[in-house]
C-alpha cells in the first residue's frame, strides 16, 4: 500500500483537543504522523485537502442493516456502503433481525458479512433476551468471544425489571454496556406519534413522554443497584434528559444517545399523515428539541446515532397507522449535525466530531474516535462548506425512507478510509 499524504486540511481531533491545520501521513494502514509541512515519502500519494475537514472516521452506535431477514430493505453491503458515504467508518449493527441475532453463530454471521463488505467496520450487538421476547438471557459470553460489543432489544424495550437487572449485572462482567430502548410498551400502547397537539388535530393515536421517561428512569436505578453499564437509545424527551443529568451527577454509570432527527424535527412534521415521520421513539415538541441540543452541548448526551432504520418503500407508503416506525439516517447524519448543531451555535465543530466519533468510541469501548500516532488510519474527509440537496434517489442505502429529502445541507463527505484504504469517494473529487 502507498503510503497516503493528506496535505493542507483542517485536523479536527477531539481526543486530543486538535483544530487546526495540519498534513495527515497515512503508512500502512496506520496514522503516521500528524503535522505541518511533513516531508513527502517515496512514493507517496498526496492528497491536497487544503480548506477541508479531516476528522477521525465517524462512528454510530446504532444501526439497523437488516440482515438476515429482510434483505429487500437493507444489507449489510449496502447499509456498510451507506455509511462510508455517510463519513462513517464504523457502525454497530442491533440485533433485531429475523431470526434475531441472540447467538454466538448469529453474531460470527454479521461479523463475517461486515468483513466481506469491505466499507465501513461492523461491530454486532447481541440480543439480551433470547428472540427479544424479555423471557430468559441470551449467552452473553458467547456472543461477546464471537464480536459482539454490547447487547440490546431494540426495537422493544426489556419489559422485565427483574431481567433488566440481570442483564445489567452479567453484561458487568464483560465490560459492555446494555443498550436499552427506553418504552413502556402499557403507555406507548397503539399510539403512532407524540401524544401532543398534532395528534389530536390528525385524529391519531399518541405515545406520551411519560412512556419514555418512566424507563429511563427505571433503568438508571437499576445501573445504579447493579453497578452495571446503562445506555440509553434514542433519548426524546426533555424529561429523559433531565433524568441523566440527575444519574450522571449522582455518579451511576449511565451514557446517552440522541438522534439527528431528534434534534431536528418536531411532531409537526407529521403534518399530511407524513409516514416519513414516523418513528419510535416519535418526534416530539420543539421544547424537547432544545432540550436534546441542550444535552448534547453540555456532554448530558454522549452520542450522536443515527438509528439508521431502512423500510422497503411499499411499507412506508401504507397509512400512517399501519405505517413501520423509523427513517433511513447515514447519509444525512453529518450534514444535519453541521446544519443545525454548530450552524445553530450549540456545537464547535471539534465537539461535534466528538459527538459523532470520540464519544460513541469511548462509550462503546470500540478502537477509532482519534488520528493518533499508531492508530488505524479510520478518518473522514469533508468540506465544510459544501452545500447539497438531499437526493433519496441518490442514497447507497436501498432504502429512501427519509423525511429530509429536498433539505439543503452543509458538508459534503468528500472521502472516507478504513485502515487507510478508501472505501467511499465522492464524484466530484
Ligand atoms: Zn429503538
Redesign the pocket.
Known amino acids: 500500500m502507498r503510503p497516503l499524504l493528506l496535505a493542507g486540511g483542517r485536523v479536527v481531533d477531539p481526543a486530543q483537543e486538535h483544530d487546526a491545520v495540519a498534513d495527515v501521513l497515512i503508512v500502512d494502514g496506520k496514522i503516521e504522523a500528524v503535522g505541518s509541512n511533513l516531508g513527502v515519502p517515496d512514493g507517496a500519494e498526496v492528497v491536497d485537502v487544503a480548506g477541508k475537514i479531516v476528522a477521525p472516521g465517524l462512528i454510530d452506535v ?1 444501526v439497523h442493516l437488516r440482515e438476515p431477514g429482510n434483505e429487500d430493505a437493507e444489507t449489510v453491503a449496502t447499509g456498510t456502503r451507506a455509511a462510508a458515504a455517510g463519513g462513517f467508518t464504523a457502525v454497530c449493527a ?1 440485533p ?1 433481525t429475523d431470526p434475531v441475532t441472540d447467538n454466538q453463530a448469529a453474531v460470527g454471521f454479521v461479523v463475517k458479512q461486515g468483513q466481506a463488505a469491505r466499507a465501513a467496520r461492523v461491530y454486532p450487538i447481541g440480543a439480551i433476551s433470547v428472540g427479544q421476547r424479555s423471557e430468559r438471557l441470551a449467552e452473553f459470553g458467547e456472543m461477546v468471544h464471537a464480536g459482539a460489543v454490547a447487547v ?1 432489544d ?3 424495550p426489556v419489559t422485565s425489571s427483574h431481567l433488566m437487572r440481570t442483564a445489567l449485572a452479567y453484561a458487568r462482567s464483560f465490560d459492555i454496556p446494555v443498550a436499552e ?1 427506553p ?1 413502556d410498551l402499557s403507555l406507548s400502547g397503539a399510539g403512532v406519534m407524540h401524544a401532543g397537539t398534532v395528534a389530536t388535530r390528525l385524529g391519531l393515536h399518541g405515545i406520551p413522554s411519560a412512556a419514555e421517561d418512566i424507563m429511563v428512569a427505571r433503568n438508571i436505578l437499576l445501573a445504579e443497584l447493579t453497578g452495571g453499564h446503562i445506555h440509553l ?2 433519548v426524546s424527551t426533555r424529561g429523559s434528559v433531565e433524568l441523566i443529568r440527575w444519574g450522571k451527577a449522582r455518579g451511576i454509570h449511565v451514557t446517552a444517545e440522541a438522534t439527528p432527527h431528534h434534534f431536528t424535527l418536531t411532531h409537526e412534521a407529521c403534518d399530511g399523515y407524513d409516514t416519513n415521520a414516523k418513528m ?2 416519535p418526534l416530539r415538541e420543539a421544547e424537547d428539541v432544545e432540550a436534546v441540543r441542550q444535552g448534547l452541548r453540555d456532554g448530558t448526551l454522549d452520542a450522536i446515532a443515527t ?1 439508521h ?1 431502512p423500510h422497503h418503500y411499499e411499507a412506508k407508503e401504507r397509512e400512517f397507522d399501519d405505517a413501520p416506525f ?1 427513517i433511513v439516517g447515514l447519509e444525512t447524519a453529518l450534514g444535519l449535525g453541521l446544519s443545525e448543531l454548530v450552524d445553530g451555535g450549540y456545537l464547535t465543530v471539534l465537539d461535534l466530531v466528538r459527538r459523532m466519533s470520540t464519544e460513541p468510541a469511548r462509550v462503546f469501548r470500540l478502537p477509532g474516535g482519534s488520528l493518533r500516532r499508531g492508530a488505524a488510519a479510520d478518518v473522514v474527509v469533508f468540506d465544510p462548506t459544501g452545500m447539497w440537496i438531499v437526493d433519496p434517489d441518490g442514497f447507497h442505502s436501498k432504502s429512501r425512507n427519509t423525511p429530509f429529502g429536498g433539505r439543503e445541507l452543509r458538508g459534503r463527505v468528500e472521502r472516507t478510509l478504513v485502515d487507510g484504504v478508501t472505501v467511499f469517494t465522492a464524484a466530484a473529487t
Open positions: 446504532h442491533m433485531n440490546s431494540d426495537g422493544r430502548h418504552e437509545c434514542h419510535k421513539p438509528d432504520a423509523g
